[in-house]
């Protein structure tokens, strides 16, 4: 399934990158700023397997998809951009393939950004940085009026690695 997901990505990566407008981009708060986020990440918790896969930065775009798979049984996958856009740049977050939401810039400090979107129900937040050889994620906002974050903290996947999904709880 995952194979599959990396194929769709590249596609998807393929068909966004037509019409876009190329800029020369040495701006902080452009997309070409992020060059330290791309490539496959895992973060294996035993009960939890989480893998997300970053290529460009490339004209003005990253893309990604997120697969994870939980001891339950259940799995889920989100494909995610980075784009370039007049003002600086958004990430677009499209859980399960629904409609994009979009979350603007709001800052970046070295290897750390910060994109957000004060209407979206959860999160309103999203967090990316670098610790090291590690790749750290954290969503946050409020969520039926209390505060609440999830964090991942990834290491680089093994290329041509099969992360087999958690045994299913019994």
Known sequence: MFR???LMLAST???????LQYKNVANPKHVASLSWMAGSWVQDKGKT????????????????????AWDTGKTSYEFLRIVDTAESMSY????SGREPVEFKFKEAIG??????????DYPQ???????GDKLGARIE????????????????????????APPKVQ
């Not at 990566?13 to 019409?19: D, L, S």
């Not at 290897?111 to 004060?118: A, D, H, L, P, T």
């Not at 906002?141 to 087999?164: H, N």
């Open 141 to 164: 906002g409020k969520l039926q009026g209390r505060d609440r974050s999830d964090e991942w903290l990834f290491v680089a996947a093994t290329p041509g690695a099969t992360y087999p």
């Open 4 to 6: 599959a997901l990396l």
């Open 92 to 95: 677009m977050a499209s859980p």
């Open 111 to 120: 290897q750390r950004v910060v994109f957000e979107n004060e209407k979206n």
């Open 49 to 68: 397997v989480v893998l997300e896969s970053w290529v460009g930065p490339n004209h003005g775009l990253m893309a990604a998809v997120n697969v994870s």
């Open 13 to 19: 990566v393929a068909f966004a990158q037509e019409g």
């Open 125 to 131: 937040r999203i967090i990316y940085w670098r610790d």
